[in-house]
C-alpha cells in the first residue's frame, strides 16, 4: 500500500491532463492515509500500557514535524518546477515505503 501513492504521485508531475491528475491525487490519498492506521495499531501491539499515551504522542508530534519539514522543500521546489516536486515527492515516499521495517508478519495477530 506504499508504493501505489508514490506512484500516483510521480505520475501527477507527469500528466499534463486536471481530471487524470485530480482521479491520480485522490487515490494516491486514500491509499496513503490507509498506512496510519495499521501503523498506530503495531505501536498499540508491542507498548505497554503506561506508555502507551506518550509514546503515540511523541510520534505524532516527530511526524507532524517531518511533514512539516517536507513541506517547506516540496514548496521550494515547487517553485522551480511543479512537475519536479511530485516526482521528487513520489521518489520519497516509495524510498520510505520500500526500507520502511514495518512488515505484514508485525501487523497480524
Known amino acids: 500500500s506504499g508504493v501505489i ?14 481530471l487524470i491528475a485530480a482521479m ?9 492515509l490507509a498506512r496510519i492506521g495499521p501503523l498506530t495499531s503495531y505501536m498499540h501491539k508491542y507498548l505497554n500500557d503506561r506508555e502507551r499515551a506518550t509514546t503515540v504522542s511523541l510520534f505524532n508530534a516527530i511526524r507532524n514535524s517531518a511533514s512539516m519539514g517536507y513541506s517547506l522543500l516540496i514548496a521550494i521546489v515547487a517553485q522551480w518546477s511543479l512537475a519536479y516536486a511530485f516526482f521528487f515527492l513520489g521518489a520519497v515516499i516509495g524510498f520510505v515505503a520500500i526500507c520502511s521495517p514495518l512488515k505484514e508478519k ?4
Open 5 to 18: 501513492p508514490a506512484f500516483g504521485i510521480a505520475w501527477i508531475g507527469m500528466t499534463d491532463s486536471p
Open 106 to 109: 508485525h501487523l497480524i495477530d
Open 24 to 32: 491520480l491525487a485522490i487515490v494516491s490519498i486514500g491509499f496513503g
